[in-house]
């Protein structure tokens, strides 16, 4: 099948000009369809609403916020004293209100300079715990994966002509301290992985020329990639490092203490560091793990010593072996999952799922010797998803996000430093308006059984007076993969475009995710990949075996690994849907490895160069397993042409071979836009607009 090979020229002429006309007989069918119009205005709405909350983070008194409307479609960066912001009156969470100062403005650099920039974050020098006004301002053209990096001054409101300037890559920096950068990205021959990811650190300092930089730590290029890391050391001054990951689950943390030898960090290969405290550094394990006398399982927070780590590599009298002191700081369950930890000065915030509902709790040192670390739990609205958004060593606040189905995010402050009943418990900022009318709505959380005996649960958002005689439009959308859980989330345009017109909205918690963990991440790898499968068809026969819906009336959707599930379901299942919105996909599961980032993904899905995996991957393919005489459902499939992380041409492809087998089928390649498919709230709302209209032009009588 490698005559779709011209599809893979990403901005080839040939595949551009087919991807057009593509995109034009798309929209001109949906555009008209009686909901569009609506479902537009209705997305664009919620989507660049005013009263938002404006997410952000604290530094020194300051609260800091990137900030995008139908005004300032790019966005603007800015910021408002903290005490403002936490304050329940804050004045215009908009672009326009009195109390924001404004830092940088995207429009105005793109048509400045004449580029289509779009803001990719902005990391802050700190001298002695505090922001010295310099920052790295990350710039993507269109949104991709690969950035430029340039040092900006906010006290003059501009770029520094003579600071840290790094061309366009997919790269990470990060301040060592104020004249000295950690720098991963392209220096040439031999400095770029396969996956396309840099595998050497260097270190830059201030006035030299980039490839200048004194190597620090190098990889394999066919490692995923190596990256720079900065950390707290025990005794309060910054340690630098690099992350090196040999595939996307395996790797090692290297640490470069100053006046010793380079040191690894000793933890197994499947491990995560997120963060320290108090001389201690706090990692989560993702596969059982014996050292000394010392058993831990997989899923376990954990705490180093790193006074033992890093003083014997520095000062050989320094005190201890070498051999770090680790204790176990949390074990979930087995229906438990870590979902988060936040480091705060003077406290540590756990953040973790319990059959997919959120829990808080704070972790407190042990009071005796031996006796384990104290949970003690965060009172929480509901029954719903608790996020940390924000959380910093050198600040006592901890910023949470709480939604559900049901009700629309609201913004909690913990703080660390408040005396009695105000410290740990917290306290409400603002919350979202309710951007649907939820009256009459329930949600269900059920459980389907699998192919080999498996409880998969699953949220139902439904009407509490529907009838279950299979005639409700329903959709169902999944993920499975790369451990990323799928938790309640309110979603105003899933409100508005389908809850409001009478549809049920179900979320699979299929394996492959982080539900619960690891083990329920691992059930799902490369040959055992059918079983992520299994489970979401489980999910759809179950909805169908109780009246919830029928194939007739049941569509699904998901993105990116859950567009490769979507694409699955397309040639395993066609008769089970009527409906399949397969966004940003993997669907040419041979070739995969062989474009943009895929090789970091052979850890997951296995590679098609081994003969075995292969062999399994061709049962699976959806672009392999397309078949002209079948009777497919229609799909549409949506992706976008900047997406430098999955390559467009797997929707592309699979789209060429329906439309050389005279099958119907919708396309929509929005031609900027990075892996979201979307830069910009407005272009957001236009896919979302078209999705909702083709689902309810398929799925509703």
């Given at each position: 099948?490698?005559?779709?090979?011209?599809?893979?020229?990403?901005?080839?002429?040939?595949?551009l000009a087919w991807v057009r006309e593509q995109n034009d007989?798309?929209?001109?069918?949906?555009?008209?369809?009686?909901?569009?119009?609506?479902?537009?205005?209705?997305?664009?709405?919620?989507?660049?609403?005013?009263?938002?909350?404006?997410?952000?983070?604290?530094?020194?008194?300051?609260?800091?916020?990137?900030?995008?409307?139908?005004?300032?479609?790019?966005?603007?960066?800015?910021?408002?004293?903290?005490?403002?912001?936490?304050?329940?009156?804050?004045?215009?969470?908009?672009?326009?209100?009195?109390?924001?100062?404004?830092?940088?403005?995207?429009?105005?650099?793109?048509?400045?300079?004449?580029?289509?920039?779009?803001?990719?974050?902005?990391?802050?020098?700190?001298?002695?715990?505090?922001?010295?006004?310099?920052?790295?301002?990350?710039?993507?053209?269109?949104?991709?994966?690969?950035?430029?990096?340039?040092?900006?001054?906010?006290?003059?409101?501009?770029?520094?002509?003579?600071?840290?300037?790094?061309?366009?890559?997919?790269?990470?920096?990060?301040?060592?301290?104020?004249?000295?950068?950690?720098?991963?990205?392209?220096?040439?021959?031999?400095?770029?992985?396969?996956?396309?990811?840099?595998?050497?650190?260097?270190?830059?300092?201030?006035?030299?020329p980039l490839a200048a930089a004194a190597e620090l730590f190098?990889?394999?290029?066919?490692?995923?990639?190596?990256?720079?890391?900065?950390?707290?050391?025990?005794?309060?001054?910054?340690?630098?490092?690099?992350?090196?990951?040999?595939?996307?689950?395996?790797?090692?943390?290297?640490?470069?203490?100053?006046?010793?030898?380079?040191?690894?960090?000793?933890?197994?290969?499947?491990?995560?560091?997120?963060?320290?405290?108090?001389?201690?550094?706090?990692?989560?394990?993702?596969?059982?793990?014996?050292?000394?006398?010392?058993?831990?399982?997989?899923?376990?927070?954990?705490?180093?010593?790193?006074?033992?780590?890093?003083?014997?590599?520095?000062?050989?009298?320094?005190?201890?072996?070498?051999?770090?002191?680790?204790?176990?700081?949390?074990?979930?369950?087995?229906?438990?999952?870590?979902?988060?930890?936040?480091?705060?000065?003077?406290?540590?915030?756990?953040?973790?799922?319990?059959?997919?509902?959120?829990?808080?709790?704070?972790?407190?040192?042990?009071?005796?010797?031996?006796?384990?670390?104290?949970?003690?739990?965060?009172?929480?609205?509901?029954?719903?998803?608790?996020?940390?958004?924000?959380?910093?060593?050198?600040?006592?606040?901890?910023?949470?996000?709480?939604?559900?189905?049901?009700?629309?995010?609201?913004?909690?402050?913990?703080?660390?430093?408040?005396?009695?009943?105000?410290?740990?418990?917290?306290?409400?900022?603002?919350?979202?308006?309710?951007?649907?009318?939820?009256?009459?709505?329930?949600?269900?959380?059920?459980?389907?059984?699998?192919?080999?005996?498996?409880?998969?649960?699953?949220?139902?958002?439904?009407?509490?007076?529907?009838?279950?005689?299979?005639?409700?439009?329903?959709?169902?959308?999944?993920?499975?993969?790369?451990?990323?859980?799928?938790?309640?989330?309110?979603?105003?345009?899933?409100?508005?475009?389908?809850?409001?017109?009478?549809?049920?909205?179900?979320?699979?918690?299929?394996?492959?995710?982080?539900?619960?963990?690891?083990?329920?991440?691992?059930?799902?790898?490369?040959?055992?990949?059918?079983?992520?499968?299994?489970?979401?068809?489980?999910?759809?026969?179950?909805?169908?075996?109780?009246?919830?819906?029928?194939?007739?009336?049941?569509?699904?959707?998901?993105?990116?690994?859950?567009?490769?599930?979507?694409?699955?379901?397309?040639?395993?299942?066609?008769?089970?849907?009527?409906?399949?919105?397969?966004?940003?996909?993997?669907?040419?599961?041979?070739?995969?490895?062989?474009?943009?980032?895929?090789?970091?993904?052979?850890?997951?899905?296995?590679?098609?160069?081994?003969?075995?995996?292969?062999?399994?991957?061709?049962?699976?393919?959806?672009?392999?397993?397309?078949?002209?005489?079948?009777?497919?459902?229609?799909?549409?499939?949506?992706?976008?042409?900047?997406?430098?992380?999955?390559?467009?041409?797997?929707?592309?492809?699979?789209?060429?071979?329906?439309?050389?087998?005279?099958?119907?089928?919708?396309?929509?390649?929005?031609?900027?836009?990075?892996?979201?498919?979307?830069?910009?709230?407005?272009?957001?709302?236009?896919?979302?607009?078209?999705?909702?209209?083709?689902?309810?032009?398929?799925?509703?009588?």
């Amino acid at each position: 099948m490698e005559e779709h090979l011209w599809l893979e020229e990403v901005e080839g002429e040939q595949a551009l000009a087919w991807v057009r006309e593509q995109n034009d007989r798309t929209l001109e069918a949906l555009e008209a369809h009686s909901a569009h119009a609506g479902f537009l205005a209705a997305a664009t709405d919620a989507l660049t609403a005013a009263d938002r909350i404006p997410y952000g983070s604290i530094r020194d008194g300051w609260a800091y916020n990137f900030w995008q409307d139908d005004e300032h479609v790019k966005g603007i960066w800015r910021r408002v004293p903290a005490e403002r912001y936490l304050a329940d009156d804050l004045t215009g969470a908009g672009a326009d209100g009195p109390d924001w100062e404004l830092l940088l403005d995207i429009d105005a650099l793109a048509e400045t300079e004449g580029e289509n920039w779009v803001f990719a974050g902005a990391n802050a020098c700190r001298v002695d715990g505090k922001p010295n006004g310099r920052y790295l301002v990350s710039l993507s053209i269109g949104g991709r994966d690969a950035t430029t990096v340039r040092e900006y001054d906010i006290s003059t409101g501009e770029f520094i002509d003579d600071g840290f300037v790094s061309p366009e890559a997919k790269q990470a920096i990060t301040w060592l301290d104020a004249d000295t950068v950690l720098v991963a990205t392209d220096w040439g021959d031999g400095t770029v992985t396969e996956s396309g990811y840099p595998c050497s650190v260097r270190r830059w300092r201030r006035g030299e020329p980039l490839a200048a930089a004194a190597e620090l730590f190098r990889g394999e290029t066919t490692d995923v990639g190596v990256w720079p890391l900065v950390i707290r050391s025990f005794d309060g001054t910054e340690l630098g490092g690099a992350v090196r990951r040999t595939t996307f689950f395996t790797g090692s943390y290297a640490l470069f203490p100053d006046g010793g030898e380079l040191l690894t960090v000793p933890l197994p290969e499947k491990a995560d560091l997120v963060g320290t405290f108090e001389g201690r550094l706090f990692a989560t394990l993702q596969e059982d793990w014996t050292t000394g006398d010392d058993d831990f399982i997989s899923g376990d927070l954990i705490a180093l010593d790193l006074r033992s780590i890093v003083r014997p590599a520095v000062d050989k009298d320094g005190g201890g072996d070498g051999d770090a002191t680790i204790e176990l700081v949390f074990r979930p369950t087995d229906r438990q999952a870590i979902t988060g930890v936040a480091i705060a000065e003077g406290r540590v915030l756990l953040a973790y799922a319990d059959t997919v509902v959120s829990q808080l709790a704070w972790l407190d040192r042990p009071t005796d010797v031996g006796s384990g670390w104290e949970l003690h739990p965060v009172e929480l609205p509901g029954r719903g998803d608790a996020s940390i958004v924000f959380s910093d060593d050198e600040e006592s606040t901890i910023l949470i996000t709480y939604q559900d189905f049901l009700n629309p995010d609201s913004l909690l402050w913990l703080d660390t430093g408040g005396d009695g009943d105000k410290r740990g418990a917290p306290r409400p900022v603002r919350s979202t308006p309710a951007r649907f009318d939820a009256a009459g709505l329930t949600v269900d959380q059920r459980f389907a059984t699998s192919s080999d005996g498996t409880e998969i649960p699953y949220f139902l958002v439904r009407r509490s007076d529907l009838t279950a005689d299979g005639s409700t439009p329903t959709l169902l959308y999944g993920y499975g993969g790369f451990e990323i859980p799928l938790t309640p989330a309110y979603s105003p345009t899933v409100g508005r475009l389908w809850l409001e017109q009478g549809g049920a909205y179900v979320v699979a918690n299929i394996r492959g995710g982080g539900e619960f963990g690891p083990s329920w991440h691992q059930a799902g790898l490369k040959q055992r990949r059918q079983t992520v499968y299994d489970d979401f068809i489980a999910v759809a026969e179950h909805l169908v075996a109780d009246g919830t819906t029928s194939p007739r009336h049941l569509g699904i959707m998901g993105g990116s690994n859950g567009g490769l599930l979507m694409g699955v379901m397309l040639t395993q299942r066609p008769d089970l849907w009527r409906g399949i919105v397969i966004q940003v996909p993997l669907l040419d599961m041979l070739r995969f490895h062989l474009l943009l980032a895929g090789a970091s993904w052979v850890d997951e899905y296995g590679s098609p160069d081994d003969p075995d995996e292969r062999a399994f991957l061709e049962t699976i393919s959806p672009y392999h397993r397309f078949d002209p005489a079948a009777d497919y459902p229609t799909p549409f499939f949506v992706t976008s042409t900047k997406d430098d992380r999955v390559h467009p041409a797997h929707a592309r492809k699979l789209a060429k071979r329906f439309e050389e087998a005279d099958k119907p089928f919708w396309y929509f390649e929005n031609i900027d836009g990075g892996h979201g498919a979307a830069t910009t709230q407005l272009e957001r709302a236009k896919r979302i607009a078209l999705e909702f209209t083709y689902l309810t032009e398929r799925l509703t009588d």
